[in-house]
């Protein structure tokens, strides 16, 4: 049974790492982040903020969560301290998501999980991707036969997919869980009753988005109450977020799918602006779907993702597929990574789609022999001219056009492993900051339709990736756990838009190539090419390399990216866990002197 609340005993056993947060206090480390979402009178919240400010790891003995709230950890690990397993912390770290970071997750979108099971050494693989509602068309996003514009298809029931998080957070519970169900609520509906403190980064997305958040009356009277933006540090209280958590704790996701709920989500996307075509029947057909992870040898590991619907585990390892002979010598110089990320990209928008709907070469895309190939176009001193995509095999021939996608970076990554060496990388979104802004049961509705292609084909070629009814649209997220001799080493993923490819890629390299711990490799500065132009992290020392890289042919774009890693390395010494420091998640521990 899982505590509600934290025990005294749960705080002392963070001891050890109380001494970087007196040091920060005393002035000998630097400063913890103001947000006033992540300010604590918690010791082991404390510790773990002062760790991340100071760039240090957070190390841990038994168990690790690291996860994009201070309040979404504490309740996960909670659930750890008590023996719960790593589904189990996932399933209350993600109701707690839900309510403090709506912007980026919640009830009302999808995700994707990796778990690897430390009794059967197998990476398992779970999609709770949106699906398509079956009156949808191929020409749904299109008016008088041309697409219509981004933000008009956004925002409304139109882009609202049968979510996926309920289904993705029962399923899970119910393969790998211990911790009695309705428990693991306990701590969102508790905060959801007494309110949350509104963190920087929330009153700052809600004062840029009041606009589009005020075309829905729900969304508008939670967050624009009295027509006046919610602030940062404002108390922000949700108790009908509370009672459909009650809903789910008590009745499964039934209630969700079947009942109350699903009948509310229904209702507010036939009645939103531009209504969607969401019906009950839609969400009572939905199901969680078992894939077959993706797994690519690298420098001695294995590295485990996501396959499709999402391109994330496939590009992934594509690239590092590419890059293997470099990072065999130590080093990946910014422009093999740079071209290396484009080819994937460009085989990404090619052929990465929904594989219930088309045939999609997962086999040939990594292909050692057609890796080599490609690979074999870095070899150049100079950036690619052009780039186009590659002719994997298929079982039998097919023909898609190319389509680019416009991902946008609003989601959340949890990474958690639990005291019986089970782990668990889940990436989960609504899609678009906010979503389609239509809210329901005090959550926020996906508008993951939005990542389907817009057009149906091109040049009279049919699209891999357009909208079909029941279908899942492609993903770029990347949940991913890294083997070694068959156990986990590394368990991480981010948020990011189509980014979230290469952030991870990069993270990866970072730690297993450069050898840098898991909190310097979630903070290396950005460099992100995905479809020509090399993303630069401004403020950072990637922006200083614009000059060197548009010397070798690179187009450079410097601008804020803002991805959210957060990862968790096993190794002989226990964990150590890293938290982005763009955003204000944290990583917390069992102490290594914890019992």
Not at 174 to 201: C, H, K, M, N, Y
Not at 405 to 423: E, K, Q
Not at 569 to 581: K, N, Q
Request: net charge negative; charged share 20%; hydrophobic share 45%.
């Amino acid at each position: 049974m899982v505590k509600a609340g934290l025990s005294a005993a749960f705080a002392l056993i963070f001891g050890a790492q109380f001494v970087m947060a007196q040091q920060v206090a005393d002035g000998l480390a630097p400063e913890m982040s103001t947000d006033v979402a992540v300010m604590t009178e918690n010791p082991a919240l404390r510790a773990a903020q002062a760790a991340k400010a100071a760039g240090l790891p957070v190390r841990g003995r038994g168990w690790m969560i690291a996860v994009a709230h201070p309040l979404a950890a504490e309740a996960g690990a909670q659930v750890l301290e008590n023996g719960g397993t790593a589904a189990d912390a996932m399933v209350s770290a993600q109701a707690v998501l839900g309510l403090v970071e709506p912007q980026s997750s919640g009830l009302g979108g999808g995700a994707f999980l990796v778990w690897y099971d430390a009794a059967s050494g197998t990476v398992t693989t779970l999609d709770g991707r949106e699906t398509a509602p079956s009156a949808a068309t191929p020409r749904l996003f299109q008016v008088e036969g041309a697409p219509m514009k981004f933000f008009d298809a956004v925002v409304g029931g139109l882009s609202v997919g049968v979510p996926g998080v309920p289904g993705l957070m029962a399923a899970a519970h119910g393969r790998w869980g211990r911790s009695d169900w309705a428990e693991l609520f306990a701590p969102a509906i508790r905060i959801s009753e007494d309110g949350f403190t509104v963190s920087q980064r929330l009153g700052a997305m809600v004062a840029r988005d009041s606009e589009r958040l005020a075309t829905h009356p729900a969304t508008a009277a939670y967050f624009l109450p009295d027509g006046a933006a919610v602030r940062a540090g404002d108390l922000l209280r949700n108790p009908a977020y509370a009672r459909s958590l009650r809903s789910l704790a008590d009745e499964g996701a039934d209630a969700f799918y079947r009942g109350a709920v699903g009948a509310e989500i229904v209702a507010a996307v036939r009645s939103a602006a531009r209504p969607g075509l969401l019906q009950p029947a839609d969400l009572a057909n939905y199901r969680v779907k078992e894939r077959t992870a993706v797994c690519m040898p690298f420098i001695g590991y294995e590295v485990c993702g996501m396959g499709p619907p999402s391109s994330g585990g496939v590009s992934v390892a594509q690239i590092l597929g590419l890059v293997s002979g470099h990072a065999e010598e130590g080093r990946v110089p910014d422009r093999v990574l740079g071209d290396a990320t484009r080819l994937a990209f460009a085989d990404r928008g090619r052929y990465l789609a929904d594989e219930d709907f088309v045939p999609v070469p997962v086999a040939g895309l990594l292909d050692p022999a057609y890796l080599a190939r490609r690979a074999a176009l870095l070899e150049g001193s100079r950036a690619l001219e052009e780039v186009s995509p590659g002719m994997p095999e298929f079982d039998h021939a097919w023909l898609w056009a190319d389509h680019e996608g416009r991902a946008l970076p609003s989601t959340t990554h949890i990474s958690i492993v639990d005291s019986y060496g089970n782990a668990l990388s889940m990436t989960s979104s609504v899609e678009n900051a906010f979503g389609s802004r239509v809210m329901a049961g005090g959550f926020l509705l996906n508008n993951q339709l939005t990542d389907f292609s817009f057009r149906s084909h091109q040049n009279g070629v049919p699209i891999a990736n357009r909208v079909e009814p029941g279908k899942r649209p492609r993903s770029s997220m990347a949940p991913t756990i890294v083997l070694k001799d068959g156990a986990p080493v590394l368990v991480i993923g981010s948020p990011g838009g189509s980014r979230i490819i290469g952030y991870v890629a990069e993270a990866i390299l970072a730690h297993l190539v450069d050898g840098m711990d898991v909190q310097q490799a979630v903070s290396v500065p950005h460099r992100v090419n995905r479809f020509g132009v090399f993303d630069l992290e401004a403020g950072t020392p990637a922006a200083e390399q614009a000059a060197n890289l548009e010397a070798l042919g690179f187009e450079t774009s410097v601008r804020d990216l803002n991805s959210g890693l957060h990862a968790i390395a096993i190794g002989p010494d226990g964990l150590t866990g890293g938290a982005d420091p763009r955003r204000e998640g944290i990583a917390l521990g069992q102490s290594p002197g914890g019992q």
